[in-house]
């Protein structure tokens, strides 16, 4: 395994390990603050972790209603889903390169986005739009569209995609920093091969 391969196995592997200590190894959960709803072979669910998973595909399902049918069609979602898992890790995939990989590219990419998104909220709240630009992008958007509205019924949508750009540019050249600040090597000759 390569160094990284072998590092994403550790993580892993701690993370598996502590989960099954959080699932087996804590006391009956079916007796005191937090019952059990559902086991599957090794795994148990309590109420409060089925209860979290149901905001969660509320989130992403508006349709989604809490009726005892829903809640049915959830925990056989949550049992299919399980028993994939067991078999799957029983056949070794979840120690599988390919799966390791595809595990890396998803922390990254999630890693990336988090980091991006708290970025970019963070440009959001120091980067303002003057009446003065507002009126020059209408005066250049007038030039080439004679029948535009006027600019007080769409004065926001300007206002709206100047600051828009304004924090592209910003997130950009904030990118940019960062690549000029880096230690970064390229190797042509390896390149050219």
């Given at each position: ?7 994403l ?48 595909d ?36 979840d ?64 206002a709206d ?13 904030w ?19």
């Amino acid at each position: 395994m390569q160094p990284k391969q072998t590092l994403l196995f550790i993580i892993i592997s701690i993370l598996a390990v502590l989960a099954c200590c959080a699932c087996s190894d804590s006391p009956p959960k079916g007796q005191g603050q937090d019952p059990v709803v559902l086991t599957v072979n090794d795994f148990s669910m309590t109420k409060s972790e089925f209860l979290t998973e149901c905001a969660v595909d509320m989130e992403y399902q508006e349709q989604y209603k809490t009726s005892r049918a829903a809640q049915e069609s959830m925990i056989e979602g949550i049992i299919r889903k399980e028993l994939l898992i067991q078999e799957a890790r029983k056949m070794g995939l979840d120690r599988d390169a390919a799966f390791m990989a595809a595990i890396e590219r998803y922390w990254e990419a999630t890693l990336i986005k988090q980091l991006m998104e708290k970025k970019n909220r963070e440009v959001h709240k120091t980067t303002l739009v003057s009446e003065e630009e507002i009126q020059a992008a209408y005066e250049r958007y007038r030039e080439s569209q004679p029948d535009l509205p006027p600019l007080e019924t769409i004065e926001k949508e300007i206002a709206d995609g100047i600051l828009e750009e304004k924090k592209a540019k910003i997130l950009e050249d904030w990118v940019r920093s960062l690549r000029r600040k880096a230690d970064i090597t390229i190797d042509d000759q390896i390149l050219t091969k």
